[in-house]
Every structure is written in structure tokens, then in C-alpha cells.
């Protein structure tokens, strides 16, 4: 069975940093692309972050160039986001997914 599970999230306040991890399960971890998205109440998923089957190509959604670094760990099967400099804007439940499979989610809440 395909899974992926997310965690890491948390209350943070601005200017500060979180570590989200995605563990994953079921199929050849190395093999797929991953990627990062993240959804607030009464707005549609948007994508943040997404890192190739290899580690060596990522992309950042603008929003979050410069202080958000996605990275994964084909042995260990997790894919990671470290997320830095936070800002209140940044609150939202984070997605881990790869192709059609999504995880549960984390919140992030980045308040004062």
C-alpha cells in the first residue's frame, strides 16, 4: 500500500523555523518525484516546493525561494522541507505527494 505521512508541523512564530519530514512507504521511493503543497481554509492547494527522483533538480514556488529548502533521503525514504524565516502567511496544512498519492497532512501555524 502506497503511503506517504507527514510530520513536523507546529506553532511558530514569525521569523522562525520549522523542519517537516514526509515518511514514505509502499513503492520504490527513489524512483518518483515528490513534492510539497500546502492549502489554507477557503483556498485551493498550492504547490511550494518539488525535488526530482535523484535529489539534484528542485523548484520553489515564489513565495518561498530563498527560505524554504526541500531535500530528500532515497535510503531512508523521506522527503523533507526545511522552512525558515516564517511568516504569518506561511499558515497552512502542508501535503507531502508524489503522482496522484497524498499524505494526511501537518499544520503549520506561524502566529505571534
Known amino acids: 500500500q502506497v503511503r506517504l505521512v507527514e510530520s513536523g508541523g507546529g506553532l511558530v512564530r514569525p521569523g522562525g523555523s520549522l523542519r517537516l519530514s514526509c515518511a514514505a512507504s509502499?513503492?520504490?521511493?527513489?524512483?518518483?518525484?515528490m513534492a510539497w503543497y500546502r492549502q489554507n481554509p477557503g483556498k485551493g492547494r498550492e504547490w511550494v516546493a518539488s525535488?526530482?527522483?535523484?535529489?539534484?533538480?528542485?523548484k520553489y514556488a515564489d513565495f518561498v525561494r530563498g527560505r524554504f529548502t526541500i531535500s530528500r533521503d532515497n535510503f531512508k525514504k523521506i522527503l523533507s522541507l526545511q522552512m525558515n524565516d516564517l511568516e504569518p502567511e506561511d499558515t497552512a496544512v502542508y501535503y507531502c505527494?508524489?503522482?496522484?498519492?497524498w499524505g494526511q497532512g501537518t499544520q503549520v501555524t506561524v502566529s505571534s
Open positions: 505527494n508524489t503522482r496522484d498519492t
Open positions: 509502499g513503492f520504490i521511493f527513489r524512483n518518483f518525484n
Open positions: 525535488i526530482d527522483s535523484t535529489g539534484r533538480i528542485t
